[in-house]
């Protein structure tokens, strides 16, 4: 406990309840999330990885918004892509395809309302990008310049913009690549389920409970 003690824990946020809506924040949870957003004010991109770091990159990009910043909502998890089919919307081209050359910016980018008590409060939509297709080797993709030049454009033209991260059982070197191109990384999960020692230097504890 030692080592887990000098990780910062940067806010707490509830777990999400059984049956409730993907992309839908109810009061409590919003406020959660927008006061872990409050907390990351100074970082314009964030990396979210993690046994929960999905859950936290939605709710924190839907805070984000509701803030009134223009967000965009990137799916880093190129080998079990997850968010087009939670949030109902198309899964390609996404990050993947765009990594590879094979689809455009604009082709990658989905508008998507905030839903529940966040939606009457949101200025303005939030974009995603959804991770695509499969990718049987997300290491080198995730590590690519392709892929930097990727979140360097999104850093361009919104600004905020939530990485959802590979999971930590990954390969650590991708994670440490999208790190490197975000401002601060968060671990998302339960204290048990997190681990004492970061993947990457510096990063911070969101515990979800």
Do not use: W
Not at 38 to 43: P, R, S, T
Not at 60 to 89: K, N, Q, Y
Not at 136 to 152: M, N, V, Y
Not at 157 to 171: C, E, F, I, K
């Amino acid at each position: 406990m030692r080592r887990r003690s000098r990780q910062q824990v940067l806010a707490e946020v509830p777990g999400r309840r059984r049956g409730s809506r993907p992309g839908a924040l109810n009061r409590a949870e919003l406020e959660a999330f927008s006061a872990l957003a409050e907390a990351l004010a100074d970082a314009q991109a964030v990396v979210a990885t993690g046994p929960a770091g999905s859950a936290v990159a939605l709710g924190l990009a839907a805070a984000f918004t509701v803030r009134g910043s223009r967000t965009a909502l990137v799916e880093c998890d190129l080998a079990e892509p997850v968010l087009a089919e939670t949030l109902g919307i198309s899964g390609a081209p996404g990050l993947h395809e765009y990594i590879r050359g094979e689809a455009l910016p604009g082709e990658i980018l989905q508008p998507l309302v905030p839903a529940g008590p966040a939606s009457a409060a949101a200025g303005e939509h939030l974009t995603c990008v959804v991770a695509g297709n499969a990718a049987r080797t997300p290491g080198p993709l995730l590590r690519s310049e392709r892929c930097r030049h990727a979140i360097a454009m999104l850093r361009r033209a919104y600004q905020t913009v939530v990485l959802d991260g590979p999971p930590l059982s990954g390969d650590p070197a991708s994670l440490q690549a999208l790190a490197a191109a975000a401002d601060t990384t968060i671990l998302c999960g339960g204290r048990r389920e997190l681990p004492r020692r970061p993947p990457v230097a510096g990063a911070k504890l969101v515990l979800v409970g």
